[in-house]
């Protein structure tokens, strides 16, 4: 079971999680600047493309914010607000090594509550601004919540299953001989999927799809386009980083301390996520329905079912 | 704004009004669609393209329009130009279907050949390009069955260009371009002058009755009717109508000699 970190811990971790996901943004602002521009050799050019997203956000906090006619403000503005917070919230019962700020008894569920506050966020903020496209944006966040949710909770309840507990210091304690990512590979590959999905990223960003001129997030500006964006950001961080004690063991590993695992395997995956973006194209809603109803639920029913058997027979 | 309608299955649908450019990102700059939709199901298209005159000959078009004035214009320079053109139609149309990756290395090709770069060194920035899309699975399944226009009906339509040759869906029409974007990348030195008389440019014949891209504006009602938004951009994105074509020219035989 994961002890309990120190109250300080409380402010630490949304400043952890806000320089990971700066990072993140950084490196995945060089990859697309060399898709742009063409590699770089040079330190410095290479340096000036990773603070992109630094000086966005600092221009977008000093930009003069603009405001679409009809728009329902306070709507928007809790939209964009509220997708930092769940992201912060889902935060709280991840592990740094075996410490979390909260090991609640069911933090699974915990977890997966929170997350699905980004389908109330993304849905405000489409819905605030009075706009069309960003009304698209929200409408295609509802449908592939619809799409990815049920294999989600299929997938992190089969890691649950596993450690016989909702616990996630537990599921990592379960991990100690052997990853569940080797006994349960469908569950994993899902669980990545829907990592994605629920940051509207990489082959899910039709949310925020350029098609729509940004969709949920086209007439968001300044301060709450930082809050929306980066939110995003920190959702993709945190779905990233929980696909750790879930499937990859933890903070398990020979040699280096139990949070250093945890920040590699945290690394790996976002890098992972991140080089996966630059080499597919946005998927369709209306096709990945199709996939996931008729494949991926009963894979990993079937996953489940697997696990089910193993635990049963111990 | 909003009034209700029955929609396909037969309920009674809000409809908005939604006119779709004549400046939208990834947009064939000048075209206006006036959408009536319902959720995010195009119900309704209109078509207008009303621009300012333009001093200018359409750019994608200009080689063949000399040729066809007369002049004697290296084929090499008319590759060039036609596989600039469909980079530039694949940038918009990666971009719209959320590839942006790809839609920016299309767009840094396109602009290097139009820079001048040699056959041999376009070439070589073509050959990956071309590979990566046409072995990507999840762009054949995301484009694959979009806006199908058989050759019968785009010859009836009177389209002459890639959409004739692709005889199909906008996966086929994109496969057309990069079919095409290979090969003119490779003859971007050809020296021999073009035959006036074989004036196809990168969306058709230059010397039809019509510009090329009227019947492929003319197609797209039909072939938008029905489809979910994101499809929508696909489609147009795969049609790619160059308005320029359309602006009428102020100064009477400026352009055609």
């Known amino acids: ?36 521009k063409g590699q770089s050799g040079s330190l410095r050019e290479m340096a000036g493309r990773a603070t992109e997203p630094g000086r966005e956000v600092l221009r977008l906090l000093v930009q003069q914010p603009r405001r679409t006619r009809a728009s329902d403000v306070p709507l928007a503005r809790i939209g964009a607000a509220l997708l930092p917070v769940a992201a912060v919230l889902a935060a709280v019962v991840l592990p740094l090594g075996f ?48 799409a ?9 309840t089969t890691a649950a299953l596993g450690a016989e507990s909702l616990r996630v210091g537990e599921v990592v304690d379960a991990q100690a ?46 301060a709450d386009r930082v809050l929306f964006l980066g939110g995003r950001w920190l959702l993709l961080v945190v779905a990233a980083a929980f696909s750790v004690p879930l499937f990859l063991g933890g ?25 996966f973006r630059h080499r597919v194209p946005t998927l369709r809603m209306d096709r990945y329905l199709e996939l996931t109803w008729v494949v991926l639920t009963p894979l990993a029913i079937v996953q489940a079912l697997a696990v089910a058997v193993v635990i049963l027979n111990r | 704004m909003a009034e209700r309608a029955d929609d396909r299955d037969g309920l009674r649908l809000d409809r908005l009004h939604v006119p779709l450019g004549p400046a939208l990102v990834d947009w064939p700059a000048g075209l206006v669609l006036r959408l009536a939709l319902q959720g995010d199901v195009v119900q309704q298209v209109g078509v ?4 300012p005159a333009s001093p200018h000959p359409p750019f994608w078009d200009e080689p063949w329009l000399r040729a066809v004035a007369g002049e004697r214009v290296p084929r090499g320079d008319a590759a060039r130009r036609l596989c600039a053109a469909h980079l530039d139609s694949l940038g918009r149309f990666f971009a719209v279907a959320g590839w942006a990756a790809m839609a920016a290395r299309a767009r840094r090709v396109r602009d290097s050949a139009l820079a001048g770069a040699d056959a041999a060194e376009l070439s070589a920035l073509v050959r990956p390009l071309i590979r990566r899309a046409e072995r990507s699975r999840a762009l054949r399944w995301m484009t694959a069955g979009l806006g199908p226009l058989s050759a019968e009906h785009a010859r ?44 196809v440019g990168p969306r058709g014949r230059i010397d039809g009755p019509a510009p090329p891209s009227r019947p492929l504006l003319n197609a797209l009602p039909g072939l938008l009717e029905g489809t979910e938004f994101a499809c929508a951009r696909v489609i147009v994105a795969s049609l790619d109508p160059d308005l320029d074509e359309l602006a009428p020219v102020p100064v009477t035989g400026a352009a055609h000699g």
Not at chain 1, 100 to 111: A, H, K, M, Q, R
Not at chain 1, 126 to 146: C, D, E, K, M, V
Not at chain 1, 148 to 156: G, R, S, V
């Open chain 1, 148 to 156: 990815y949710e049920l294999p989600h909770m299929l997938a992190i």
């Open chain 2, 48 to 51: 207008e393209s009303a621009l």
């Open chain 1, 1 to 36: 079971m994961a002890e309990r970190a120190p109250l300080w811990a409380v402010f630490v971790l949304p400043a952890l999680l806000l320089a990971v996901a700066l990072v993140t943004a950084g490196i995945d602002a060089v990859l697309a600047a060399g898709a742009r």
């Open chain 1, 177 to 222: 001989g052997l990853w569940f990512a080797v006994w349960m590979p469908a569950a994993f590959g899902i669980y990545l999927l829907s990592a994605m999905a629920m940051a509207f990223w990489g082959p899910f960003d039709q949310p925020a799809g350029r098609d729509v001129a940004g969709g949920a997030a086209a007439e968001l500006s300044g």
């Open chain 2, 156 to 199: 009836h339509l009177g389209v002459t260009g890639p959409a004739l040759v692709a005889d199909g869906d906008a996966y086929s029409r994109m496969l057309v371009w990069l079919d095409a974007v290979g090969r003119s990348a490779a003859a971007c030195d050809d020296t021999d002058v073009v035959d006036a008389a074989e004036a």
């Open chain 1, 251 to 275: 903070g398990h590993g020979p040699l280096l301390p139990g949070w250093a695992w945890t920040v590699l395997k945290t690394a790996a995956v976002l890098a992972f996520l991140v080089w």
């Open chain 1, 99 to 146: 410490r979390s700020v909260s090991d609640l008894p069911e933090g699974i569920v915990w977890f997966n509550a929170m997350e699905a506050l980004a389908w109330a966020a993304v849905w405000l903020a489409g819905w605030g601004p009075n706009s069309t496209l960003s009304l698209i944006g929200g409408y295609r966040f509802l449908a592939q919540g619809l």
